[in-house]
């Protein structure tokens, strides 16, 4: 009887905690949904700028948020470029190839990376390029190039991590079968493995896209500015839609401006929440194929 006491009790405050994180979501989505919704329109992409003059880059863009969607994409399109081939590279090593004591020396190395707070991210970008200043490149300076890298060592881990379990989730039948039909361990990898971990591997590269996508503390001491416009190369100062959010909170006058931040927090946020969507249904699908066998 007390033991049916204490499961029920438990099963109560399971329900009110699951209940209070969905208030609290719908609460927030709701509220930005009522502030954002109706400021999204051409107006608070490219300002007074035909759309057309805006994306060809014929003139610039300084009071809409065109120049800082262009700047995040640039920005998570590098960083998830530079960390896709070490992101996936270790994670095979570590699935394949490593034995027992560099398993755990790696994967206690990519535990501390992951546990690295992005702000601290950000100081060491922040620390590298003044050492380079003073030491052998006198006219380094923040840009695109150095958020990236910081962004890309900080997605880094979830993209090992990823790879590793799909590797490790695909059935040990499909691993002899190879081994019968005279597969060595590279033919494995490259014909079947691979493959068949695809889609477990591309759910972590769709989170890390919205990980590079969101974060604010890296590119605030890397690179980003408020009215960059559009970046003319990887070394430029660029403006992005994390920052601008940010900016617009801190900085504005009126509430036009405010209502700009929350329509651009909005945008950000389907962003944010398309990516981190598909990553879930491939991730489901990826599961309920090998759960089928």
């Known amino acids: 009887m007390r033991l049916d006491r204490l499961t029920t009790t438990l099963n109560i405050i399971g329900w009110l905690a699951v209940l209070l994180l969905l208030l609290a979501m719908g609460c927030m989505l709701g509220f930005l949904l009522i502030r954002g919704l109706p400021t999204i329109n051409l107006s608070l992409f490219f300002g007074d700028v035909s759309p057309k003059e805006a994306i060809l880059g014929l003139r610039p863009v300084w009071d809409g948020i065109w120049p800082a969607c262009v700047g995040t994409l640039y920005l998570v399109c590098l960083t998830v470029a530079l960390a896709l081939f070490p992101g996936i590279g270790c994670g095979i090593y570590l699935a394949e190839y490593a034995g027992k004591r560099q398993k755990r020396w790696l994967g206690s190395a990519i535990d501390i990376l992951a546990g690295i ?37 900080l997605i880094l881990p979830s993209m090992v991590l990823t790879t590793r379990e799909a590797l490790n989730a695909i059935p040990e039948d499909l691993r002899l079968t190879c081994a019968a039909l005279g597969f060595n361990q590279r033919q494995s990898l490259r014909h079947v493995l691979l493959p068949a971990a695809s889609r477990g591997i591309l759910g972590g590269i769709m989170l890390a896209f919205g990980r590079a996508a ?47 931040g929350f329509g651009a927090a909005l945008i950000l946020l389907l962003l944010a929440g398309g990516l981190l ?15 089928k066998g």
Not at 120 to 130: A, K
Not at 132 to 143: E, K, M, S, V, W
Not at 234 to 244: H, R, S
Request: charged fraction near 10%; aromatic fraction near 14%.
């Open 117 to 153: 707070p992005s702000i601290v991210m950000g100081l060491f970008g922040f620390t590298l390029i003044l050492f380079l200043r003073y030491t052998f490149l006198p006219h380094a300076n923040t840009g695109m190039l150095l958020a990236a890298i910081c962004l890309a060592l």
């Open 277 to 291: 969507l598909s990553a879930y249904a491939i991730e489901r699908t990826y599961h309920a194929r090998w759960k």
């Open 214 to 260: 969101e974060d604010t503390a890296v590119i605030l001491l890397t690179g980003v500015v408020a009215n960059a416009g559009l970046a003319n190369g990887i070394f430029d100062k660029f403006q992005a839609l994390p920052f601008t959010i940010y900016y617009t909170a801190a900085q504005y006058q009126t509430q036009e401006e405010l209502q700009r």
